[in-house]
């Protein structure tokens, strides 16, 4: 299969921003402050991905009613994330991967810094994520012809195994992310609504973000 056949499969658009941004996360490992230049690299990489095929995706409005809960469950998230994580991994293991204020001094590149990581988090993580994870993959494990598989449809083998893969793409964080990944794939189920989890998994990100510039508890990034 060439390029242009694999770029005009239907799977294409929501796998390609998820590898794209899979890929650039192997640079972080090249020097201990690569991840300064590969973040903002990868944030821009991805966003511009996912603006391509925008159109393609299926997002939708949301009323007030489903709009508020998704809100409510991020926020649900966050707690599920943040109360746990000290108690579930070892104080020796709580590391740090993105602290630009412990490597540079000029004020101006540290808050663009954390800008760009926030915008990253909030904004390219939960589109790229969701549409990928619960857009595609979970549809596919129902069916491959995946186009035909309704938004929000439940089986045990593809909500587990997505949860999963969910759980473990976040590394030593895997316990909360756990949860975090079983209440976002109930809320998908419960609404049918992409575009409802991403809202919520967008929420969650953002305040967490809030959360480690405020208290400086870098060792949640």
Not at 81 to 88: A, F, G, R, S, V
Not at 124 to 150: A, C, H, W
Not at 153 to 178: I, N, P
Request: aromatic content about 16%; overall charge positive.
């Amino acid at each position: 299969m060439n390029f242009q056949a694999l770029r005009s499969h239907p799977a294409f658009p929501l796998v390609f921003p998820y590898l794209l941004f899979a890929t650039c996360g192997l640079l972080h490992n090249l020097h201990p402050l690569a991840i300064y230049i590969t973040y903002p690299l990868k944030t821009i990489l991805v966003s511009w991905a996912l603006l391509v095929f925008w159109k393609t995706y299926p997002i939708s409005r949301l009323n007030l009613k489903i709009t508020l809960g998704s809100i409510a469950v991020g926020l649900l998230c966050l707690i599920a994330w943040i109360l746990p994580y000290e108690h579930l991994i070892p104080a020796d293991q709580l590391t740090t991967a993105y602290n630009p204020s412990a490597h540079f001094k000029n004020q101006l590149l540290v808050i663009s810094l954390l800008t760009i990581r926030l915008i990253g988090a909030s904004f390219t993580v939960p589109l790229m994520e969701e549409l990928f994870i619960r857009g595609f993959l979970q549809r596919y494990l129902i069916k491959s012809d995946f186009q035909n598989v309704p938004i929000g449809t439940y089986t045990h083998f593809s909500f587990w195994t997505t949860t999963a893969l969910f759980a473990l793409t976040h590394g030593s964080e895997w316990h909360v992310a756990l949860l975090a990944g079983v209440i976002f794939g109930a809320w998908y189920i419960f609404t049918k609504n992409l575009t409802a989890v991403i809202l919520a998994h967008a929420t969650t990100n953002f305040t967490l973000g809030l959360y480690v510039i405020l208290s400086g508890k870098t060792h949640f990034w």
